[in-house]
């Protein structure tokens, strides 16, 4: 919201969009952080005993968070204000330094003309009650449409589900566990540069196409982690049982031997009725490494395909639209309320994956995500509009506009 007030229309689509970036900046560094402290906790360092590595090792990945949030911390106390909100204050010299500031621009009186416009019928004193209920007049309908529908999509195909769950869900593939945390790490890069591919299109090709075919790619890539789980098949074989005997107490699999599983919740219930709930937790990773006959390239290119697709459309693009369409008198009430929602349809996802991966398999988890990624593409192929280079009054007014229809394709073709 703050960016999109004070950032010029031409720029407003990279500026905004570096909140994304920064997302991803911090979950990759922090997946370096926390597979470089848990290759740490394993290497018999004796700073590893004495500081409690070994035994806090959780402990230590979530206290380094603490250094960069200080950070954060000091840097805000140095931003101005908002323009649009000083005007708001009746503080209009003040606003036209700031202006002047980050715009650089000779447009300077009739910027502030167009902001005090849009607020001349609102009231500055209103209460939060009052703006939250503005949210349901039919002036800003469609904009509330839009923004809904945007805010479920963006998280319900299961991005930060499978951003978290990164490992758990490479784990399946039969790779390994440490194998599993360095493909969470390669995952954590891709978001980084895909993410600045978005801010590097954004305002040239648009908002709109950027959304619409990123999406349309993230479901193909969904549909593709499906099929690849789908098809594979989980088998013991006597020599996988001597080798497993071996490395791990694993117990009497004998009766597990050379049956075919045709889905990893088959095979894992299996495992759980001879191991025991704990031990086959315990041991699910090396024996799916050694059972599992899987295309682990169509799923892992899947993954990523997915990943880069979000992190060029619709993951950095929500938050540039929600900087964009709210009308400024109920911007601060709006965006803070969207970004609850999306929060919470991504904490409903993730906290539903781990019950999801034990009860329907991977392979249903993907084809979940992928029916909502295309059911998503078809509600904003109709009535998401384009909103390039355009100031946030003039898509103020242009939204405002009862009939919805007319204004979405008045947007699109004036793009």
């Given at each position: 919201m703050y960016i999109g007030e004070i950032a010029p229309s031409h720029l407003r689509g990279k500026l905004v969009s570096i909140i994304q970036i920064n997302i991803v900046v911090g979950l990759s560094i922090a997946y370096f952080v926390n597979y470089g402290i848990l290759s740490f906790s394993e290497s018999g360092h004796p700073l590893v005993t004495s500081l409690g590595i070994d035994t806090h090792t959780w402990r230590w990945m979530l206290a380094v968070e603490i250094i960069p949030a200080i950070i954060w911390f000091l840097l805000l106390l140095n931003i101005p204000q908002s323009p649009r909100w000083l005007i708001m204050k009746r503080k209009e010299a003040k606003a036209k330094e700031i202006i002047n500031q980050f715009n650089n621009t000779t447009h300077c009186d009739d910027e502030i003309a167009q902001i005090q416009a849009s607020l001349k019928d609102h009231d500055e004193k209103a209460s939060f009650i009052e703006l939250f209920k503005s949210l349901f007049d039919t002036k800003v309908r469609s904009v509330m449409i839009i923004a809904l529908t945007i805010g479920i999509v963006q998280q319900i195909t299961g991005i930060n589900a499978i951003m978290f769950y990164a490992p758990t869900v490479f784990e399946q593939l039969g790779i390994g566990t440490d194998a599993a945390f360095f493909q969470a790490v390669v995952v954590g890069l891709v978001s980084i540069v895909f993410t600045i591919v978005a801010i590097l299109l954004i305002d040239k090709l648009g908002r709109r196409p950027l959304v619409i075919w990123g999406l349309a790619t993230a479901t193909v890539s969904l549909f593709a982690c499906f099929w690849g789980f789908h098809s594979a098949t989980y088998t013991l074989t006597d020599q996988a049982l001597i080798a497993l005997a071996a490395e791990i107490n694993i117990g009497?699999?004998?009766?597990?031997?050379?049956?075919?599983?045709?889905s990893d919740v088959e095979f894992k219930d299996a495992l759980i009725q001879i191991m025991g709930e704990a031990d086959a937790k315990l041991y699910e990773s090396q024996i799916l490494q050694s059972a599992a006959s899987i295309n682990a390239n169509l799923i892992i290119g899947g993954i990523i395909g997915f990943i880069a697709a979000f992190h060029f459309s619709i993951g950095p693009i929500m938050w540039v639209l929600f900087s964009e369409i709210f009308p400024t008198h109920i911007r601060g009430v709006a965006i803070p309320v969207f970004a609850f929602i999306t929060s919470f349809v991504s904490y409903l996802v993730q906290q539903f994956f781990p019950w999801q991966l034990s009860v329907f398999g991977a392979d249903e988890i993907f084809l979940f995500y992928a029916i909502c990624g295309a059911i998503g593409f078809v509600l904003l192929y109709k009535i998401m509009p384009e909103t390039k280079n355009k100031t946030i009054e003039e898509?103020?007014?242009?939204?405002?506009?009862?009939?919805?229809?007319?204004?979405?394709?008045?947007?699109?073709?004036?793009?």
């Open positions: 009497d699999l004998s009766s597990m031997a050379n049956v075919v599983y045709q898509i103020e007014m242009l939204l405002a506009r009862e009939s919805e229809p007319e204004n979405v394709t008045l947007l699109k073709r004036e793009a």
